[in-house]
């Protein structure tokens, strides 16, 4: 089994325990292996280092974690690299919803106005951080879950020569929900997705070996309550494809945007409601004579970026296991450019990702992708090299904004709110 030092930005997170107890549950297939978790928040960092620690102990894990808050320590001889961090928190996550809201606009985490200011955000610390990867670790991969994943790994393809594979349960896990939604079995299902991350749809849809659709066909006859499971199976029907949950911000845009503008609190607001809880909860598991998360006061459940961990299981020790992964296209989906960071099933190895070739997004929305693949690499180059003209270019060319003189005023309301997380040349 694989002994290696991965270094993971963003361990001092909410989401780090379950992190952790991802590794420990497949600590078999890393034994001797070393985590060291990356902080700004000092305080933080210790709290999940001693869980971790704790953790380990009461599973008997052949795993070892430290902590650090200076990067190139961390990264110092690494072979690999995990990135899940949030600049500015759920504070900037909460005005990059509310802000858009004010104009009429969707903002969301990596949709619209808010999900550009998230990748800006970004890429400005990931610039500084494959910079550093290149001097103290080269060869290294970078295993990234920073949102948005697509855009961020995107830009590191473009301009890095850091090996990228940016990583995301959606493809595994949408066509499970929408089976559920129809009152099916979600262990049944048997689904393949491709096209971009938050914007991918089926390829493939079987339930014990026949066609899904016409069973969501079927349950939407009979009456399915819930009108968002309603509207999104109708969508998937509708297109014979089912989709990711997120392109309910696309085709159902206004119905989306009045249910955000009615509701009293955004979904990062509900979050920073929760945190001290989650804090409070990890504080206590120190103590614990056998610390266990509880899903209902950990950040994300027990278990966090549990493909992450699958995917370098497969890597490092060189199982050639099939995974969803963004990487670049080489081919692999006819309908992109061959430099487009697509989502895809690619074979994992010691040779890293590569996507399997042959696939066709399907014909209904391949205009909506398109689009957003345009969009997908403009944000990339504004957030890594580009000036403000440039980054109001890409803006204007996301679906949910469209009109340049919506995008003005979101650019500059966004931009002089985020301020201390943008460089300069975007002010």
């Not at 580009?386 to 979101?410: F, I, K, M």
Request: charged letters at 25%.
């Amino acid at each position: 089994m694989a002994s290696i030092k991965l270094a993971y930005i963003g361990g001092g997170s909410t989401r780090a325990p379950g992190t952790v107890a991802s590794f420990i549950r497949q600590s078999e297939k890393f034994a001797g292996s070393e985590i060291v978790l990356l902080d700004l928040d000092a305080g933080r960092l210790d709290l999940v280092r001693r869980l971790a620690e704790r953790m380990i102990e009461a599973c008997g894990a052949d795993l070892r974690v430290t902590a650090t808050t200076d990067r190139e320590a961390a990264l110092q001889g690494c072979d690999g690299v995990l990135s899940s961090f949030r600049p500015g928190g759920f504070e900037a996550r909460a005005l990059d919803e509310r802000i858009p809201l004010s104009h009429g606009a969707i903002g969301q985490e990596t949709q619209g106005a808010g999900g550009f200011f998230m990748a800006l955000r970004a890429l400005h610390v990931t610039r500084g951080l494959v910079s550093d990867m290149a001097r103290l670790c080269p060869g290294a991969t970078l295993f990234n879950y920073t949102n948005p994943v697509n855009i961020v790994a995107q830009a590191v393809a473009d301009h890095s020569d850091v090996p990228v594979i940016s990583l995301c349960e959606g493809p595994i896990v949408f066509p499970l929900e929408l089976a559920e939604m129809a009152g099916l079995d979600p262990a049944r299902v048997r689904a393949t997705m491709v096209g971009l991350n938050h914007a991918c749809w089926s390829v493939e849809a079987k339930y014990d070996g026949e066609p899904l659709l016409p069973l969501l066909e079927r349950a939407l006859e009979e009456g399915v309550p819930d009108p968002w499971d309603r509207r999104l199976l109708h969508l998937a029907v509708t297109m014979d494809s089912l989709p990711a949950s997120y392109m309910k911000y696309y085709f159902y845009e206004a119905d989306m945007l009045a249910e955000l503008r009615a509701r009293s609190t955004t979904r990062a607001q509900d979050i920073l409601a929760e945190v001290p809880d989650y804090w409070a909860h990890y504080r206590e598991q120190v103590q614990a004579p056998e610390p266990t998360l509880d899903p209902a006061r950990s950040r994300g459940g027990i278990f966090e970026l549990e493909v992450a961990v699958d995917v370098m299981d497969a890597m490092f020790n060189d199982r050639g296991e099939v995974w969803p992964c963004n990487v670049v296209n080489g081919g692999a989906i006819a309908d992109f450019p061959d430099g487009q960071v697509v989502e895809v099933p690619c074979l994992v190895d010691r040779r890293g990702a590569r996507p399997l070739t042959g696939f066709r997004v399907p014909p209904p929305v391949r205009g909506l992708l398109d689009a957003l693949g345009e969009y997908q690499q403009l944000a990339a180059d504004a957030g890594w090299h580009g000036s403000r003209q440039d980054a109001l270019r890409a803006l204007v060319n996301n679906p949910l904004v469209r009109t340049l003189p919506l995008a003005e005023r979101l650019y500059d309301d966004l931009a002089r709110a985020h301020r201390p997380y943008l460089p300069e040349r975007l002010w």
